[in-house]
């Protein structure tokens, strides 16, 4: 379980094909104190810890991840938000996240307003009924407030600010139109939207 507080960005520094890929990314946490086994969300992505060195950890990413989450984020080069897993009595400084990416979506504009940024996404179909005004989501494992959403025949659009703190401390700051991002809808949408599929039938 996670908060969407990001207490780090690695770096991707080696991806090797062992099955499945075998990532190796630097950090700035201490190793030593990082468990083989140990869950790290990796941009929104639960993914467990598998070795560990002076400054770096890997991970194992499967071909159904890959195929999931945001194109070209297992590349040599990459920077990835990084938060640990909560601990009981851990502050919830954000919201309730899983680590499990619910889709992907499109950075379509990026405004100015202040020291802030207004950017805006496109937002797959399906996930159109679970991102409301003012509700939470995560964006690239961030917690973020959702300021608007806007449907447009096929086409939803959310809207999120990103104030300079969340752009220094992490990748949001470097986000360019058309990139694309991994999307986690608040956990409780996802409950109602179980629970709607049993009152439909």
Not at 158 to 177: D, K, M, R, S, Y
């Amino acid at each position: 379980m996670f908060t969407g507080i990001v207490s780090d960005i690695g770096t991707i520094e080696a991806v090797e094909a062992r099955g499945d890929t075998r990532i190796r990314i630097a950090t700035a946490y201490d190793t030593a104190g990082i468990d083989l086994g140990a869950s790290i969300a990796c941009s929104g992505v639960c993914l467990t810890v598998i070795d560990t060195g002076p400054g770096w950890f890997a991970v194992q990413v499967s071909g159904e991840t890959i195929a999931r989450t945001a194109r070209d984020q297992w590349t040599q080069g990459r920077r990835l938000n990084l938060e640990r897993a909560m601990k009981l009595g851990d502050e919830l400084g954000g919201h309730i996240v899983t680590g499990h990416v619910d889709g992907i979506a499109d950075t379509i504009a990026i405004t100015p307003e202040g020291d802030s940024h207004r950017v805006v996404f496109a937002l797959p179909a399906a996930l159109a009924p679970f991102v409301a005004t003012k509700g939470s989501i995560t964006i690239d494992g961030v917690s973020l407030t959702v300021n608007g959403v806007e449907d447009d025949g096929a086409t939803t659009r959310f809207w999120v600010n990103i104030i300079p703190h969340t752009q220094a401390v992490t990748t949001l700051g470097g986000l360019a139109e058309g990139q694309a991002v991994n999307i986690e809808i608040d956990v409780l949408a996802r409950y109602l939207q179980r629970m709607e599929h049993y009152r439909g039938r």
